[in-house]
């Protein structure tokens, strides 16, 4: 019976646990960004502008 390859598991664990941590920041900068630029865009002026002439 074959021995198992005790190494190569852990190796295995650590590539995934290692991609996994990598997508999870990515998507956090991605989600910081987004937000950046959200408070940044013109579509938040138009909105307040829209709001006026409802209250005249």
Known sequence: MAK???AFA???RDLA???KKEEKKKL???AKLQQKLDG???ETNE???SEEPSDS
């Open 40 to 42: 940044e865009s013109p």
């Open 47 to 49: 909105e307040d502008s």
């Open 4 to 6: 198992p390859n005790y």
């Open 28 to 30: 956090k900068e991605e």
């Open 17 to 19: 646990k290692k991609k």
């Open 10 to 12: 852990k190796h295995q």
